[in-house]
């Protein structure tokens, strides 16, 4: 054996052996989720997914994970003969909200899933865990009180019922939950909001209507605020408040202001179509234009809402 493999072969074994001791020597750690990071013992890589930011932390080689906390919350122990391989923190903005252990055993390694719920941590199998990283990534709770965010496109629309916010997702965003300063409206992990528009002040929201995707089946739910909560009404009580609250378009202005088609058994049996002054109904097939007031217009809309026009 040549002077140039024994020199390999022997440096080969040190490092063997510096890796064997500094193993027997690795000292235990527990680590905490909720601070920055012990960066003495552990490497932290960060990877952003649009608003989700996902940060995996791994132990150097003298240093073995043996419990993780959040807090004064235990969140895993390890048993004999098993240590974290790395821990991956997903969080929305500051908030974390779900949790991936890798632990090593001498057999190979297995994952543990878990979730922030109501203040707390909880586990989860696979599959759950997959659906609830896909709502991270994609499933957003609008706030009325605070529309206007980069998951968010607000922008303001004009109907019989008077000037409105229409709300819409961006993107591949969805809308999962919609609340008004922590009380919720409506929520869902299955079904698509398409859109949600606020009526009249938008700083101050009092009449919502939240359309929403049943498979490609459209369905509209009114909400009024009263003086207590939000109250569910249906479209011909939303339709007679918001009548009785008057509000509408102070200006219309000059050309279309607003198209609006009137529904009833899922079929128009009325449409209005503003352009300035000129108002067309439609009435059995047939338009008949008609110089409407604003009134008038209101008029028209509610006895259809109503059915009291057939």
Known sequence: MSIFARLIGAKTLFFLLILYTSTLLAIDVTFDISTKGDFYNIIEHLEYNKDVVERTYIPHSDCKIKRIIDGNEILWDAEPGTECGNLTVFALGSERKMLSIRVMTASGSEFIWMERFRSHWRFMADEE????????????????????????????????????????????????????????????????????????????????????????????????????????????????????ARIYSDDPGEGCSYVTHFYRHSAPRRSAVRTGTNTAEANAGHWNFINYTEEEIKDLYYECASGQRE
């Open 129 to 244: 865990f997959g659906k609830c990283w896909y709502q991270l990534h994609h499933g957003r709770e609008l706030k009325l009180e605070d529309p206007h965010s980069h998951t968010f496109k607000a922008e303001e629309c004009k109907s019989i019922y008077g000037k409105g916010l229409r709300i819409m997702p961006i993107l591949d965003y969805k809308i999962r939950s919609v609340t008004c300063l922590g009380e919720e409206l409506w929520s869902s992990d299955e079904l698509d909001c398409e859109f949600v528009i606020v009526y009249g002040d938008f700083t101050d929201p009092r009449w919502v209507s939240i359309t929403i995707n049943f498979g490609g089946i459209y369905h509209t739910v009114y909400f009024q605020r009263t003086a207590i909560e939000w109250k569910t009404r249906s479209f011909e009580e939303f339709s007679e408040e918001i009548k009785r």
